[in-house]
């Protein structure tokens, strides 16, 4: 039996979206479905709750594993968020809350379907496409990017000190980098021990191809404005990010739209796991939640 994704901040999201049993409600990250089924248990059949996941394995995890729960006002959908204008366009309503859990699931790192997200996967591939549909691998961007475009992918979207040499090895040793434990490797050879802390070495290379294998940071922008857009009045954002960079573009956006009078900042103080979640699940421990409410 697969382990299941455990859903992060889960009550304190609950709480934030402020369920009405009647209202119509947006989880734009599917995943393994934890915040959406519970959402879904708290609608009558008035309410509406619409899912969303670029991942097509995770879609069909769920309609598998919730298989008794699919009901006639639960809709699921692949597409990537940054398009959810198009998702929205046949509801006659206004989403009251919209929910974004970012990243991917820990069911995605440890059953990937040959994707190679993970750098605990040696033999997988470096595929890391979230959408299979998408036409360019993680493999691809080590081919085609030169040595310079390369660094600037570590240095910005991994903020790794190293990112120079790293890029420099990668396109010496490239026919020879095929899956991820062929890179793992040479991050280890080229990083220096004393740069190698407890956490893998080679973190922070694969979030900065995950990112932009996916367009991560662009789709979450995006995703955010539309977001706003389409939220009833008093209708609430919640975003649950993972990483700095993904938190500095949630903080940015909400502040402006704080500083135009057009929403209510609803976590003045972010919302961050107990350390009781913590022990639990300590995939949760950098999970950081803010909220806004639109006025
Ligand atoms: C952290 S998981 C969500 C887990 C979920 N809340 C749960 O409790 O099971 C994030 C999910 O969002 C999806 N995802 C990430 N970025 C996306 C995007 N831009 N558009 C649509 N889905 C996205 C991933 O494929 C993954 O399944």
Redesign the pocket.
């Known amino acids: 039996m697969e382990k299941i994704?455990i859903?992060v901040l889960l009550s304190e999201t609950l709480n934030y979206l402020n369920i009405k049993d009647d209202g119509f409600y947006i989880?734009?990250?599917?995943?393994?479905?934890?915040?959406s089924i519970e959402i879904l248990k708290r609608l009558n059949p008035k309410g509406n709750l619409l899912s969303?996941?670029?991942?097509q394995y995770?879609i069909d995890f769920v309609k598998l594993f919730y298989k008794d729960f699919l009901a006639t006002n639960w809709e699921i959908v692949k597409?990537?968020?940054?398009k959810i204008d198009s998702c929205v366009e046949k509801y006659s309503r206004k989403p009251d809350g919209i929910l974004m859990?970012?990243?991917?699931?820990s069911r995605?790192l440890e059953n990937s379907h040959n994707r190679g997200f993970s750098y605990q996967q040696d033999s997988e591939p470096l595929d890391m496409r979230?959408d299979t549909q998408l036409g360019v691998s993680a493999k691809d961007l080590l081919i085609v990017l030169p040595e310079k475009e390369l660094t600037a992918l570590f240095l910005r979207y991994g903020e790794e000190k190293y990112a120079n040499k790293i890029a420099k090895a990668i396109k010496k040793e490239i026919t020879n980098i095929n899956t991820v434990g062929d890179l793992t490797r040479l991050v280890y050879r080229v990083v220096p021990a004393a740069h190698q802390s407890s956490k893998n070495p080679s973190r922070r290379v694969f979030q900065a191809l995950r990112i932009v294998v996916?367009d991560?940071l662009d789709?979450l922008q995006t995703?955010l404005e539309k977001s706003f857009k389409f939220l009833n009045s008093k209708g609430r954002l919640c975003v649950i990010s993972f990483h700095s960079l993904e938190d500095r573009i949630v903080k940015k956006y909400f502040n402006n739209l704080v500083e135009s009078g057009q929403v209510q900042l609803l976590t003045k103080e972010i919302i961050a796991p107990t350390d009781q979640e913590v022990r639990s699940n300590p995939r949760s421990a950098s999970a950081k939640l803010r909220v806004i409410e639109k006025i």
């Not at 989880?27 to 934890?34: K, S």
């Not at 597409?79 to 940054?82: A, R």
């Not at 859990?101 to 699931?105: F, K, N, R």
Request: proline share 3%; glycine share 16%; net charge negative.
């Open positions: 994704h859903p989880d734009c990250t599917l995943g393994d479905g934890g915040h969303i996941d670029q991942d995770a597409s990537n968020f940054s859990d970012l990243g991917l699931s995605q979230m996916n991560e789709s995703g």
